[in-house]
């Protein structure tokens, strides 16, 4: 079946008030980014709607990219033909002639968006729906529950006909809702928490902290692999911040604080990483916490490390459960990377009884006795490196990312 067409559908964006024009805006530039590996396809936007015009490219490769882009709930591949009745009966028989088996049981939900076409839309079903029912003897017609529902858009410029419906990404369009630093180490659920951050519109900057000679290069490169990987999502380079840690860890190592530890490098980071949210102007912190994982994701620890910053801490994961995660995990494609056994910073120094419920006076306390903490970090931020990444292997760039985007905020 040579389709013409695809329609996306809108997700939660069409709630949108006077600001919808420009989240559209914002839809329509993620789809000819994501589309650039199809020079042939065009567009044509309606309200609600936005079509891509195949212009002969097949339609199954521009589906399986368009299904992973954030802000479209659903696309379907469409036939238009002139808005006339034999015209629509002969497309009807393309269709049906298409399907691999012939469905016991179908009906005809046809719309007439255009009032001037001479025939209404429960008329439409009759006349499609006796033009095809005698070509099929063994289908019968099932208004409620039919194997297949063949919808018959009528517009003005032209009639579409699509059968399929296939579910897409959802959530908004990329950078829709502002900027965020995302904290990203090699584990299974930092990817995931900035999948689901990009789901919701966020731009992310990923941030890692690395320990040489302690952590190994192979760690590293895992984490630019899945960073690469969040770059196929968001259809725009990322850029990937990483941060030396290694004299902050062996500063707070040798504070003699060791069930604190996990505490005081976590708050470190925190200040590390907001500082570089001023530098390149985000809004929030994305982390990949889980309620109750480790000792440092209860509910105390994380009010003790989340009061090192002032910015919104988002925590896309925090009630999931982990096999929720790695479900996900391993929908987006950052599973088998993540399970590499190359471990990070935090998993290295872990101690043997990391304090599940640190008291914030004691912890700041400690902090005021590392007095050249603050100076540390500020090496470490001063020391980052910082790499823009897009989702080709080997390819790194390290120019700015788009800055055409409007602010509206």
């Known amino acids: 079946m040579m389709y013409d067409r695809i329609v996306l559908r809108y997700g939660d964006l069409t709630m949108k008030g006077r600001n919808r024009k420009i989240f559209e805006d914002k839809m329509l530039k993620s789809v000819k980014r994501a589309m650039k590996e199809f020079p042939e396809v065009t567009y044509w936007r309606t309200f609600g709607r936005l079509y891509v015009i195949l212009n002969g490219t097949p339609h199954q490769p521009v589906i399986d990219r368009l299904k992973d882009l954030f802000g479209i709930v659903s696309v379907s591949p469409v036939l238009s033909v002139p808005s006339e009745v034999e015209a629509i009966k002969a497309a009807a028989d393309q269709v049906m002639n298409s399907l691999a088996t012939v469905p016991?049981?179908?009906?005809?939900?046809?719309?007439?968006?255009?009032?001037?076409?001479?025939?209404?839309?429960?008329?439409?079903?009759?006349?499609?729906?006796?033009?095809?029912?005698?070509?099929?003897?063994?289908?019968?017609?099932?208004?409620?529950?039919?194997?297949?529902?063949?919808?018959?858009?009528?517009?003005?410029?032209?009639?579409?006909?699509?059968?399929?419906?296939?579910?897409?990404a959802g959530g908004f369009p990329y950078g829709s809702n502002g900027k965020a630093m995302l904290l990203l180490s090699g584990g299974i659920d930092s990817p995931?928490?900035?999948?689901?951050?990009?789901?919701?519109?966020?731009?992310?900057?990923?941030?890692?902290?690395?320990?040489?000679?302690?952590?190994?290069?192979?760690?590293?490169?895992?984490?630019?692999?899945l960073a690469r990987r969040l770059s196929y999502y968001s259809g725009v380079p990322i850029r990937l911040h990483l941060v030396p840690f290694t004299e902050i860890q062996t500063r707070i190592t040798h504070s003699n604080q060791e069930n604190l530890t996990i505490t005081l490098m976590r708050r470190a980071m925190l200040r590390i990483t907001e500082q570089l949210a001023v530098k390149y102007?985000?809004?929030?912190?994305?982390?990949?916490?889980?309620?109750?994982?480790?000792?440092?994701?209860?509910?105390?620890?994380?009010?003790?490390?989340?009061?090192?910053?002032?910015?919104?801490?988002?925590?896309?994961?925090?009630?999931?459960?982990?096999?929720?995660?790695?479900?996900?995990?391993r929908k987006i494609g950052t599973f088998e990377t993540s399970i590499l056994p190359f471990e990070d910073c935090c998993t290295l120094f872990l101690p043997k009884s990391p304090s599940t419920n640190p008291n914030l006076r004691i912890v700041?306390?400690?902090?005021?006795?590392?007095?050249?903490?603050?100076?540390?970090?500020?090496?470490?931020?001063?020391?980052?490196?910082?790499?823009?990444?897009?989702?080709?292997?080997?390819?790194?760039?390290?120019?700015?990312?788009?800055?055409?985007?409007?602010?509206?905020?």
Not at 105 to 115: D, E, G, L
């Open 281 to 329: 102007k985000a809004g929030g912190i994305v982390t990949g916490e889980s309620l109750g994982q480790v000792a440092s994701q209860t509910l105390s620890s994380m009010n003790v490390i989340g009061r090192a910053t002032v910015l919104p801490m988002i925590k896309p994961a925090i009630m999931m459960d982990k096999q929720e995660i790695i479900t996900i995990a």
């Open 364 to 409: 700041e306390r400690v902090e005021s006795q590392l007095p050249d903490l603050d100076d540390l970090i500020k090496q470490a931020v001063e020391g980052t490196e910082s790499i823009l990444l897009n989702m080709t292997e080997g390819n790194h760039e390290h120019e700015q990312a788009d800055k055409s985007e409007e602010d509206w905020f």
């Open 192 to 225: 995931v928490a900035g999948w689901m951050a990009l789901r919701k519109g966020l731009e992310i900057e990923a941030v890692h902290f690395h320990s040489y000679p302690f952590t190994s290069q192979q760690a590293t490169d895992k984490v630019i692999t």
């Open 104 to 168: 016991a049981t179908f009906k005809i939900n046809a719309r007439r968006a255009w009032k001037k076409f001479a025939h209404g839309s429960h008329e439409m079903n009759h006349l499609i729906g006796s033009h095809i029912l005698p070509q099929y003897p063994d289908m019968k017609v099932d208004v409620h529950n039919p194997e297949l529902e063949l919808k018959i858009d009528i517009q003005e410029e032209a009639t579409y006909l699509y059968w399929e419906n296939i579910a897409a």
